[in-house]
């Protein structure tokens, strides 16, 4: 399993993540080439550092270190108030920043290989022992989790992130939509996750896609007490006949993508462990509707 650069976790079900700036190829990204022409332009303007620039445009630091690294390019305010700071630019900060935007997602490049498989695969199954899977989060829930996170600079951003993440559950409006099985620990159902009204209507809407025939919820309740499944969330994508699919594990550090056979095959028969120990789905779905009136009312 390939090691990956720095992160803070939890793409999957939660966060999102910093790709280093040496990654990126200013001659092939768009976000890489307005990012060295903004630091270029900074220098060059008497502005040594990107706090000082940061405070002159009256944003946060980590607005100008995310352009000029490529890893989020500005947004049309930035790209504006940059614009009229360092007039001598040489290029079209607005122009090139919406190009950016449209050739890159919320997501760093690494986890791009999980999204690949995950809009291909015939079959998802998904483990979470701390968070609701993202592909059940609503935007709500998702919105708390990002901004708790601290990782968005701006309003226009963090709906930028949770606006990624629900377009991750398009899928599930396909013609041919994957099988979704999706296991999860009873405490998260407990979590409180942006306030009770969030919480009421996550698990409601949690309920209401266990009523879609290619969807299966399954709660492990917490009297199980200790099991495998504490040692981390994970997804498996199937792809068929004849391929054994693809893992993302999540870490401490950062998630990690796999096709390694003997991986997916130790993790499918890790969920499978899972599934024995959880609750059928009707009494999943019972329970989570109990929790939602007599916790979350």
């Known amino acids: 399993m390939a090691a990956r650069s720095l992160t803070p ?51 946060e630091r980590s607005v100008v270190a995310k352009a000029e690294s490529g890893e989020r390019p500005p947004s049309p305010a930035v790209a504006s108030a940059l614009e009229a700071l360092l007039p001598d630019l040489g290029v079209s900060i607005s122009q090139l920043s919406m190009l950016a935007r ?29 968070l609701l899977p993202g ?8 919105r708390a989790l990002f901004r708790a996170w601290q990782m968005a600079g701006s309003n226009e951003e963090l709906e ?6 629900m377009a991750r559950q398009a899928i599930f409006d396909r013609a041919d ?42 709660v492990i ?9 504490l040692l981390g969330a994970f ?12 893992v993302y594990l999540e870490t401490p550090d950062e998630g ?10 130790k993790v499918t028969t890790t969920f499978d462990t899972l599934r024995s120990e959880a609750l059928p789905r009707r009494a999943s779905r019972d329970l989570v509707m109990k929790v939602a009136e007599e916790r979350w009312h």
């Open 160 to 165: 930028e992130l949770v606006t990624a993440r």
């Open 135 to 142: 592909l059940l989060q609503t935007p709500e829930y998702a």
């Open 9 to 59: 976790p939890r793409l999957m079900g939660t966060g999102v993540v910093r790709t280093m700036t040496s990654e990126r190829d200013p001659d092939r990204d768009p976000a890489a080439f307005l990012g060295a022409a903004i630091c270029r332009a900074r220098v060059a303007a008497g502005f040594e550092t990107q706090d000082q620039l940061a405070r002159k445009l009256g944003f």
């Open 235 to 246: 997804a498996i994508a199937g792809m068929g006949d004849n391929n054994p699919g693809t």
């Open 221 to 229: 309740p917490a009297d199980a007490g200790a099991h495998i499944g």
């Open 256 to 265: 990690q993508t796999t096709k390694n056979p003997a991986a997916v095959a």
């Open 177 to 218: 939509p994957p099988k979704f099985w999706a296991v999860i620990d009873e405490t998260v159902l407990y979590r409180c996750i942006g306030g009770p009204a969030v919480m009421r209507d996550q698990l409601a809407h949690l309920a209401e896609m266990t009523e879609r025939p290619r969807i299966a919820i399954q």
């Open 102 to 130: 449209k050739a890159t997602t919320s997501y760093p490049r690494w986890f791009a290989d999980w999204l690949t498989a995950e809009r291909q695969a015939v079959s998802l199954r998904s483990w979470e022992p701390l």
